[in-house]
């Protein structure tokens, strides 16, 4: 009797081990643009996003972006809710990639007072885990206090602000604006444990930046130029915006999004990811020879579903991605060159 219970609970147990590791084996699988709508602060439910930002935490994915309207100040709305832009910045979180709900606010335009300086915009939100805590930079403004705004006046595109916390959903505290950055500016953190801001000025530049006091520090280095003259490329896009530094394997791995629009190089026009490697984060960065490695952008680089880094974007394709939210695996050959097949459906 008990030598049958001790070869049945063998069984189960054999057979619990080849389910979990059928289980383990089965590749994962997505379809982009990602299923995913959002009706947070929104008349209607909606797909469109911009500038997605997903980062993982244990077994979970957290997204933050634009929130639509994405729109720049504009006086004949400003009697709108929420000054006729976005409504803040809210979080969702999925555990596959696919089914995604609404977990919080991080920051709301209707809860701030009349004179906070960061209470309207809220473009490029992206979170950065760097020394155990979470922060989480945007770009915002006030645009119905004037003299509320960090230099007294309306952003062209904004201020670049971050807040910092002990949980990837906050609460975030001490929201601070860091002066001499600008819209899209992102973090990262080098081997040393140093942090940087990566800073879109037209070129993109580095800094080293003081997460306590968000200060930024000693002089700012450019590492990617505008145009395409050092891979002898002609066509030069409009600006660079979006960037996103990601240490990969001892190397610093530079993405950026590129907006072609001139006529005379129809095969560039549209919005692209391109890439830079560098050994420091200081550089020198060399290019990707290629120009572009995908047409879509804004790209955030996170960990995977199968232990691989991938790519948060806005789709830019024809194909029934543009202006969706979508996800695709990368990969960094021996050399440094990142590979991946996105845009994929």
């Known amino acids: 009797m008990r030598r049958g219970k001790a070869l049945m609970m063998r069984t189960t147990l054999l057979m619990l081990f080849l389910s979990a590791a059928a289980s383990?084996?089965?590749?994962?699988?997505?379809?982009?643009?990602?299923?995913?709508?959002?009706?947070?602060?929104?008349?209607?439910?909606r797909r469109e996003v911009r500038d997605p930002c997903i980062i993982r935490v244990g077994d979970t994915w957290h997204l933050?972006?634009?929130?639509?309207?994405?729109?720049?100040?504009?006086?004949?709305?400003?009697?709108?809710?929420?000054?006729?832009?976005?409504?803040?910045?809210?979080?969702?979180?999925?555990?596959?990639l696919k089914e995604w709900k609404f977990q919080n606010w991080l920051v709301k335009s209707a809860d701030l007072p009349a004179d906070c300086p960061y209470k309207h915009r809220f473009w490029a939100p992206e979170i950065h885990k760097l020394g155990g805590k979470f922060y989480l930079i945007f770009t915002a403004d006030n645009w119905t206090n004037e003299a509320a705004n960090p230099a007294g006046t309306w952003g062209a595109a904004g201020y670049a602000f971050a807040g910092v916390a002990d949980a990837v959903n906050g609460p975030y505290r001490n929201i601070?604006?860091?002066?001499?950055?600008?819209?899209?500016?992102?973090?990262?953190?080098?081997?040393?444990?140093?942090?940087?801001?990566?800073?879109?000025?037209?070129?993109?530049?580095?800094?080293?930046?003081?997460?306590?006091?968000?200060?930024?520090?000693?002089?700012?280095?450019?590492?990617?130029?505008?145009?395409?003259?050092?891979?002898?490329?002609?066509?030069r896009p409009e600006y660079l915006e979006g960037p996103w530094v990601e240490r990969i394997g001892g190397k610093y791995h530079l993405f950026y999004a590129a907006f072609h629009?001139?006529?005379?190089?129809?095969?560039?026009?549209?919005?692209?990811?391109?890439?830079?490697?560098?050994?420091?984060?200081?550089?020198?960065?060399?290019?990707?020879?290629?120009?572009?490695?995908?047409?879509?952008?804004?790209?955030?680089?996170?960990?995977?579903?199968?232990?691989?880094?991938?790519?948060?974007?806005?789709?830019?394709?024809d194909n029934g991605t543009r202006g969706l939210l979508a996800v695709d695996p990368m990969d960094v050959t021996p050399d440094g060159r990142v590979e991946t097949r996105a845009p994929t459906m």
């Open 24 to 45: 383990a084996a089965e590749p994962f699988t997505w379809e982009n643009p990602l299923p995913f709508r959002y009706s947070e602060g929104q008349t209607e439910p």
């Open 176 to 235: 601070t604006y860091i002066e001499g950055a600008a819209c899209d500016t992102s973090l990262f953190e080098d081997a040393e444990g140093k942090t940087w801001a990566v800073i879109p000025r037209g070129n993109i530049d580095v800094q080293r930046i003081d997460l306590e006091t968000m200060k930024l520090l000693e002089k700012p280095v450019t590492v990617v130029r505008q145009d395409n003259a050092d891979i002898g490329i002609a066509a």
């Open 261 to 317: 629009k001139d006529q005379g190089f129809p095969d560039w026009l549209g919005y692209h990811t391109g890439a830079a490697m560098a050994d420091k984060p200081e550089g020198p960065y060399r290019k990707d020879p290629r120009g572009r490695i995908f047409t879509g952008g804004h790209v955030a680089v996170f960990d995977g579903p199968d232990g691989r880094k991938w790519f948060s974007y806005r789709g830019e394709t």
């Open 64 to 96: 933050v972006f634009t929130l639509w309207p994405f729109r720049n100040r504009e006086e004949h709305r400003l009697t709108e809710p929420d000054g006729g832009g976005s409504p803040g910045i809210a979080m969702y979180s999925s555990k596959d």
